[in-house]
């Protein structure tokens, strides 16, 4: 019965041969992918806002695959600077909106500025990019008879809330309401849509956040393996080339996919069966970890007197 239910039908999507175009490719997570996917022989276009960090990065993929990629000067808040660059580096087979901000720190103590910073950048700079790639994406999906992707790029911290992530979160959990209103929109034009959970991953933006990262965000973090950025650039290619909606990255991930799959497209008959199966199981499960991490809050306030 699930074979028959699930929706919208499962896809191959191959990346040898086709453009595939990547922000915050300069650096961490996206690095790695503009790296696999360049391995994987695909065009890769890379794109950020810092000149000479992108060379850098040119530089380190040509060194590791003997490959060359297209890069591309622009910063996502600017509609029309994105636009251009999508002109410049031509038709897109998958989008990558991987560029990403994370400043952790209590909502009573965060400055509205970098509230609005994090917002700007995470969600409408993906607003930006979706919408000035996606006429030239349906044209080439017509032409080519093959099917293309929109993949963005949230975070476990998207899926399930957690201290000192309040704008983060606010801003990776609005993802998820673009992309699945998103992939109602593009069905009929063989564009599939996916979200990447990835965990704590070891990238030059985690070394910076570690910085200011409240005690209490990285204890309920830590619920979460580590991973390195080339693990989850494989997770994610794999996940965007059979065409999977939500694409977990660890063994947390799979468990808080499932916990918290709710009303999300799926077309794999048989993650639909785990989902099915699981779901109560998981909900228990999801019960034991806020249990936890209340009691750390819990203590921890007790042990540093700092009630409010
Ligand atoms: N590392 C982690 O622990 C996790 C990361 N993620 C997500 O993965 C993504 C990548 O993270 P990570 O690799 O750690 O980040 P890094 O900080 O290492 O790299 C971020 C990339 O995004 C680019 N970028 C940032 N702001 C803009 C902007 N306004 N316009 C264009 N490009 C921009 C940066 O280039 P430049 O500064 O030159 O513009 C850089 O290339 C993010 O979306 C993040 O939220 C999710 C879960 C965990
Ligand atoms: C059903 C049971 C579920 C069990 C597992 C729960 C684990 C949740 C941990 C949340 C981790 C959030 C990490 C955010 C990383 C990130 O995005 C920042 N580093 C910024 O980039």
């Not at 503009?34 to 060379?55: C, F, K």
């Not at 080339?230 to 994610?236: F, N, T």
Request: neutral net charge.
């Amino acid at each position: 019965a699930l074979a028959f239910l699930t929706r919208p039908r499962a896809a191959r999507i191959p990346l040898k041969g086709r453009h595939v175009f990547i922000t915050g490719g300069s650096s961490g997570i996206g690095l790695a992918l503009a790296t696999a996917a360049a391995r994987e022989g695909a065009r890769v276009s890379i794109l950020a806002r810092n000149a000479a960090r992108l060379e850098d990065a040119r530089a380190a993929i040509r060194l590791a695959t003997g490959l060359d990629v297209g890069v591309h000067q622009a910063d996502v808040r600017d509609a029309a600077a994105v636009a251009r660059a999508l002109d410049d580096a031509g038709p897109v087979d998958v989008l990558v909106c991987n560029h990403g901000v994370f400043v952790p720190q209590e909502l009573e103590k965060q400055d509205m500025e970098e509230v609005k910073w994090m917002v700007d950048i995470n969600l409408m700079g993906t607003f930006h990019l979706i919408k000035a790639a996606l006429p030239a994406m349906k044209a080439r999906t017509r032409e080519t008879s093959l099917p293309a992707s929109i993949a963005i790029m949230s975070s476990q911290a998207g899926q399930v809330g957690v201290y000192g992530y309040t704008a983060y979160s606010a801003s990776k959990f609005a993802l998820t309401g673009l992309a699945e209103s998103l992939q109602h929109e593009v069905i009929s034009d063989d564009i599939h849509v996916s979200l990447i959970f990835p965990p704590d991953t070891e990238t030059p933006g985690l070394v910076e956040e570690k910085k200011k990262r409240p005690e209490l965000t990285t204890i309920i973090a830590d619920s979460s393996g580590g991973m390195k950025a080339d693990d989850v650039a494989k997770k994610a290619l794999n996940g965007i080339k059979s065409g999977r909606f939500i694409i977990p990255c660890n063994f947390e991930g799979a468990m808080l996919a499932i916990a918290t799959s709710g009303l999300t497209p799926q077309s794999s008959p048989l993650i639909a069966f785990v989902e099915v199966i699981g779901a109560g199981l998981m909900r228990f499960v999801a019960l034991c970890f806020q249990w936890n991490w209340f009691s750390t809050i819990e203590n921890w306030y007790a042990k540093n007197k700092k009630h409010g």
